[in-house]
Each structure stands twice: as structure tokens, then as C-alpha cells.
């Protein structure tokens, strides 16, 4: 697992090359552990770290954006001049998080099953390490395919 300059974590789905006016040039397909988002990122970037999840995101600074039917593929190619903002965030990926401000993680919630206790935090991976918890089975929990983890629910 990778991390971006953002403290996020990726990774790489595989590379393609396409010919543009300045000759072939690389991308990456990434998918973020945290949000599940796929996004298309020249390989630049990745090299410098300099990309973010778009999906939480609400400004786009050099980003295009291609819609594929069910999925939302962002390119972050770093030589387009556009400062549009989306219409809106894909929330499908994140269904059961809140975005509460621009560039903030996603807020989630966990609730130990022995103690009703619950808390809330933003990264998943210190989570995980602060309570020996596995960062993919919470994401499987976020995602509906497993109730709990360790006597853990999560939202």
C-alpha cells in the first residue's frame, strides 16, 4: 500500500500510456483504500505524490473528469487549466460517511457491540493500529459485506 503526500492510501490498479500532443504519456489507475474511489492519475504525479481522492474533495485544481456509467473515473493529468467545481461529490462510495467541509476526511463512526461505546475518527489505517483492527474488514463493514469485525460495528 501506497501513501499520497495527503496521508491517503492507494493502490495501483495498472498503468496505460496515451498518445498526447506531447508525446506518450503514463497514467495510473489507483483505487483509495478509505473511499473505494477509482481515479485515473498521470504517473507524474504519482512519482511526486502530488494527487489527492478526488471523490472528497469539493474544488478541483487541474482535473478532468470522465463519467463511465456506474463508476466515476477522475483523471488528474496536472496540465489543465480548469477551476470548475463538480456538480456534486459521488457519494455512492461513501454512502456511510460524511464529508462535514472542503477537503476534510470523511467522518466515521465505530460502536464496540460489548460495550456500546462508540467513537469517531478519519483514517481507517490509524484506527485500525490504535485498536489492533484489520483496515480492509473495517471497509468491509463500511460496505455492507460483513456486520462486524473483532466485536466492532462500524458506520
Same mark, same amino acid.
Given at each position: 500500500?501506497?501513501?499520497?503526500?495527503?496521508?491517503?492510501?492507494?493502490?495501483?490498479?495498472?498503468?496505460?500510456?496515451?498518445?498526447?500532443?506531447?508525446?506518450?504519456?503514463?497514467?495510473?489507475?489507483?483505487?483509495?483504500?478509505?473511499?473505494?474511489?477509482?481515479?485515473?492519475?498521470?504517473?507524474?504525479?504519482?512519482?511526486?505524490?502530488?494527487? %489527492?481522492?478526488? $471523490?472528497?474533495?469539493?474544488?478541483? &485544481?487541474? !482535473? +478532468?473528469?470522465? *463519467?463511465?456509467?456506474? /463508476?466515476?473515473?477522475?483523471?488528474?493529468?496536472?496540465?489543465?487549466?480548469?477551476?470548475? %467545481?463538480?456538480? $456534486?461529490?459521488?457519494?455512492?462510495? &461513501?454512502? !456511510? +460517511?460524511?464529508? *462535514?467541509?472542503?477537503? /476534510?476526511?470523511?467522518?466515521?463512526?465505530?460502536?464496540?457491540?460489548?460495550?456500546?461505546?462508540?467513537?469517531?475518527?478519519?483514517?481507517?489505517?490509524?484506527?485500525?493500529?490504535?485498536?489492533?483492527?484489520?483496515?480492509?474488514?473495517?471497509?468491509?463493514?463500511?460496505?455492507?459485506?460483513?456486520?462486524?469485525?473483532?466485536?466492532?460495528?462500524?458506520?
Amino acid at each position: 500500500m501506497k501513501l499520497n503526500n495527503n496521508n491517503q492510501p492507494f493502490e495501483e490498479l495498472g498503468r496505460f500510456w496515451i498518445l498526447e500532443n506531447k508525446g506518450e504519456v503514463e497514467y495510473v489507475r489507483v483505487r483509495f483504500i478509505n473511499t473505494r474511489h477509482i481515479q485515473i492519475v498521470n504517473n507524474e504525479l504519482i512519482k511526486s505524490g502530488d494527487f %489527492e481522492d478526488l $471523490s472528497i474533495a469539493t474544488k478541483m &485544481n487541474n !482535473e +478532468s473528469i470522465i *463519467s463511465v456509467n456506474s /463508476e466515476e473515473i477522475q483523471i488528474d493529468n496536472g496540465d489543465i487549466e480548469d477551476q470548475s %467545481e463538480p456538480d $456534486s461529490l459521488d457519494e455512492s462510495n &461513501n454512502s !456511510e +460517511s460524511s464529508v *462535514s467541509e472542503a477537503n /476534510e476526511s470523511p467522518v466515521f463512526t465505530a460502536i464496540n457491540t460489548s460495550t456500546n461505546d462508540s467513537q469517531t475518527f478519519t483514517d481507517i489505517q490509524l484506527f485500525a493500529r490504535e485498536n489492533d483492527l484489520n483496515p480492509e474488514s473495517i471497509q468491509l463493514v463500511l460496505n455492507g459485506k460483513q456486520k462486524t469485525h473483532k466485536g466492532w460495528r462500524f458506520k
